[in-house]
């Protein structure tokens, strides 16, 4: 019951007021206006920079214990690995320097071998050039002594013809008697001194040897001779006087 009375006295509300706008609709009532002057704003524009939006980053899910010693594991035997990988090229490494090392020492080896018998080999070939050398050397010193002794002898020969042709013996002398004497020349072949070296013990034939020697003056023929040869065997002649004959 109650509430059948509200529900009545609300339509009646409704309907009172609907008969007052009406009311007012036709008496002609207007409202109160008040005039209002709007001025233009002047915006500044500014350029708006957007931030980033920030990704959510997904939450990290809690590490199960055991992974986290698998991760601990793994990182070691990683890091054991690479170290034996390093361990490993270090040795390669010192093992390719040994070698390169060995090598360049066997090289020097080898060519010091190889120096060695190249100098072996010259020493050799320089001891049979010397030894030829002085083969031939002595071979044409030989040769020279002999052709030096030829002519020495011809020269004696012709010394020993003008001391006979020059010496008077003595009416003293005797058989064994002999003097020897020293004829000191000059290249031009001139008797430039006398010595006795040995006298006979006869002063007659000492004197007629000595007269003998400075009678002859000059061996002409000795201004042909070689001077070394000369010097060799000339400077100075001995020469042996008896009453048989003359010794040079």
């Known amino acids: 019951m109650g509430s059948f009375l509200s529900y009545s006295v609300a339509i009646l509300v409704s309907l009172a007021l609907h008969l007052g706008l009406l009311v007012l609709l036709f008496v002609g009532w207007h409202p ?82 190889e120096q060695r018998r190249r100098d ?4 050799e070939r320089k001891r049979i050039e010397s030894e030829f050398a002085e083969q031939l050397a002595a071979e044409q010193a030989q040769i020279n ?35 020897l004497i020293r004829i000191r020349l000059v290249p031009t072949g001139r008797v430039v001194g006398v010595t006795i070296l040995t006298s006979s013990g006869d002063s007659a034939f000492d004197r007629s040897v000595e007269q003998a020697a400075l009678k002859v003056e000059q061996f002409a023929e000795l201004q042909g001779m070689d001077p070394a040869l000369f010097e060799r065997k000339f400077r100075q002649v001995d020469v042996a006087f008896s009453p048989e004959d003359l010794r040079l």
């Not at 931030?51 to 959510?56: E, F, L, N, S, Y």
């Not at 002898?153 to 020059?166: P, T, V």
């Open 120 to 123: 072996e080999q010259e020493a």
């Open 32 to 113: 109160e206006t008040t005039k209002v002057m709007m001025q233009p704003q002047y915006i500044e524009a500014k350029l708006v920079e957007l931030a980033p939006k920030k990704t959510a980053q997904p939450k990290a899910k809690p590490i199960p214990q055991k992974a986290k010693v698998d991760e601990a594991r793994r990182k070691r035997e990683e890091k054991l690995r690479a170290e034996k990988k390093r361990q490993q090229k270090l040795a390669a490494d010192k093992k390719a320097l040994e070698k390169k090392r060995q090598q360049e020492l066997d090289e020097k080896k080898r060519l010091a071998e």
């Open 145 to 179: 002594a002999q052709e030096d002794e030829r002519m020495a002898n011809s020269y004696r020969q012709l010394i020993q013809q003008r001391l006979s042709e020059n010496w008077s013996r003595p009416p003293s002398a005797r058989l064994g008697m002999e003097t």
